[in-house]
């Protein structure tokens, strides 16, 4: 159960690219929209000084505003900062000292996770770890067992329930919203089984490429970077069974169900790609085989899914950047007017970026004698994405205790055990050109369950 809220929020790594990106913004909207009122630290090795950290936190907003200046103001205010090594146990005691009476901190990793155990053990030595919380970033370790070792250091000093295993796709209001419409409406239960879904796909696709983050992705790949996390992540959403029960955990134990029942994916249900000009990059090793682009196969052995094969793909360079979750139905036992209807003709569609939509896929008559149909797709909803950073959404969670969007130990460890077997370069991979829908072998992947369903641009949306 949730318990007191946090009385300090320490930020890690508060002078890198994730916090001028992201936390400042989600800072301001807490002060702002939640009423946040507590001393927030920023902690770096950077040679800096309160000033430069208030410089650059005003700057953050203004690239990435509307400010609101009340709430700007309020928020400089808030901000402490401590200058040290992450090894030097002086840096911690510094941090106890601007604690103050502060006995619930949440402190945030957003540093690279080599430093991980570092950080929570120099958090323990100077304080009470029972009553601290810790958010880390992913990657949450570089396979099973390094996630494994990860947790067992962190476990060390802090509880499992104090610790918040931050996915910043669980905090997007569309996931969200694929969730609530789920469960909020009878007419879809009766039929989200096996007995009428014939498959799933799962898109996620990006338009650009790996940009400055080449030497980081180099050492991670579209797998470990989007599959392993965000996208099953996704796929529990559109797969699991309905929460029971009134305590907290109820969300996360059906999502962890869901997960643990999901099959290894076998080397012969992958196809990787990398796009064509990669290897040019500075920060790529020569020769990589860093796939920037995967497709799989995938199977949940459960009662409902028995059977039903589940598509996921993600990639750069591909034609859009958009994420979208298509749940094709079976058709009629016989089609009663004798039509060549395509396979995706009945279908449930979850556009979750870069705009929110819903459409159910339906068949209707053509004017005409003929009984004869064509396809079209009934726009449920239609909205622009909730504008709310997902990071104000999860830190304001975590500082209240409420873990359900986090990864709990036993999800991580089912996710990494799906990947178990697909990971680095035990398949083959594939060229395909920048602006392509990947390499032509994830065609083959799908065959008859396909064609893949290829989101269109993005546009905006009605009012």
Not at 360 to 383: C, H, I
Not at 443 to 452: N, S, T, V
């Amino acid at each position: 159960m949730p318990g007191a809220p946090s009385d300090a929020l320490v930020v890690f790594g508060a002078t890198g690219d994730l916090a001028y990106k992201q936390v400042f913004t989600s800072l301001l909207g807490l002060v702002r929209d939640e009423g946040l009122n507590v001393p927030i630290i920023g902690v770096a090795n950077a040679g800096w000084t309160l000033d430069h950290l208030k410089a650059r936190a005003k700057d953050s907003l203004a690239q990435h505003g509307p400010v609101d200046a009340k709430a700007q103001e309020k928020l400089l205010s808030l901000l402490r900062y401590v200058d040290g090594d992450y090894a030097d146990p002086a840096t911690f005691e510094a941090l106890r000292r601007e604690l103050g009476d502060a006995k619930r901190p949440l402190n945030y990793l957003a540093v690279p996770p080599s430093t991980f155990g570092m950080v929570a053990d120099g958090i323990a030595a100077t304080s009470d770890a029972s009553q601290a919380r810790l958010v880390i970033e992913k990657p949450f370790g570089h396979d099973r067992d390094s996630a494994k070792a990860l947790n067992a250091m962190l476990r060390k000093s802090f509880p499992e329930e104090n610790i918040f295993r931050i996915d910043h796709f669980l905090g997007k209001e569309p996931v969200q919203n694929l969730l609530y419409t789920r469960f909020a409406n009878p007419m879809f239960e009766p039929i989200w089984n096996r007995e009428h879904v014939r498959s799933i796909q799962i898109t996620m696709a990006e338009d650009f490429g790996v940009e400055n983050r080449a030497r980081f992705y180099d050492a991670t790949g579209a797998n470990r970077d989007v599959l392993q996390n965000h996208l099953l992540q996704v796929l529990a959403h559109v797969a699991m069974d309905p929460p029971t029960g009134e305590e907290s955990e109820a969300m996360r134990d059906q999502k962890a169900s869901l997960l643990k029942a999901v099959r290894p994916i076998a080397p012969e249900d992958v196809v990787r790609g990398q796009y064509r000009g990669y290897r040019a990059l500075e920060g790529v090793r020569p020769g990589s085989m860093v796939e920037t682009f995967i497709a799989v196969r995938l199977f949940i052995e459960s009662w409902r899914w028995e059977g039903v094969p589940i598509y996921i793909r993600t990639g750069k360079c591909l034609p859009v950047t958009a994420t979208e979750v298509s749940v094709q139905f079976r058709r009629p036992p016989r089609e009663t007017f004798g039509e060549m209807v395509p396979g995706g003709s009945a279908h449930m569609r979850f556009r979750l970026s870069p705009q929110t939509e819903i459409g159910l896929g339906l068949r209707v008559k053509q004017a005409g004698e003929r009984m004869a149909g064509k396809d079209r797709e009934l726009m449920l909803t239609a909205q622009e994405a909730a504008s709310r950073p997902p990071y104000q959404r999860l830190l304001g969670d975590a500082m209240q205790g409420k873990g359900d969007l986090f990864g709990r130990e036993d999800i991580v460890d089912a996710q990494w055990r799906v990947v178990r077997d697909i990971l680095d370069d035990v398949t083959p991979l594939y060229d395909y050109e920048p602006g392509s829908w990947g390499p032509g072998e994830a065609a083959q992947l799908i065959g008859a369950d396909g064609p893949w369903r290829d989101p269109a641009p993005g546009r905006r949306s009605a009012p």
